[in-house]
């Protein structure tokens, strides 16, 4: 069974940090990009970080010098370092693994998320 499973979301004030955590199961994310999104209530899930399987990073506007996504493979784990947080940033995140493969259909797997809440 794949599957995806976030942790390390809470409540965090402005300017604190949070580091979320999502452990993969049934399959090896050292094949897969990985990415994390996230939701605000009323708000289209926008995608706010990614790696790549070289270990490329890209970031939302919105989250860049702020934000650090990584990848520990033989944890088969990826994480988002959030500091400077800021209430925007509430939301849920959502964690993605994806991959295009010649001749298959895309794969593209997701966890349930995690609830970060950032207010005084």
């Known amino acids: 069974q794949v599957q995806l499973v976030e942790s390390g979301g809470g409540l965090a004030q402005p300017g604190g940090s949070l580091r979320l955590s999502c452990a993969a199961s049934?399959?090896?994310?050292?094949?897969?990009?990985m990415d994390w999104y996230r939701q605000a209530p009323g708000k289209q899930r926008e995608l706010v970080a990614a790696i790549t399987v070289g270990g490329n990073t890209n970031y939302a506007d919105s989250v860049k010098g702020r934000f650090t996504v990584s990848r520990d493979n033989a944890k088969n784990t990826v994480y988002l370092q959030m500091n400077a947080l800021k209430p925007e940033d509430t939301a849920v995140y959502y964690c993605?693994?994806?991959?295009?493969?010649?001749?298959?259909?895309?794969?593209?797997?997701w966890g349930q998320g995690t609830q970060v809440t950032v207010s005084s």
């Open positions: 049934g399959f090896t994310i050292s094949s897969y990009v």
């Open positions: 993605n693994a994806n991959r295009q493969r010649i001749g298959a259909v895309r794969a593209d797997y």
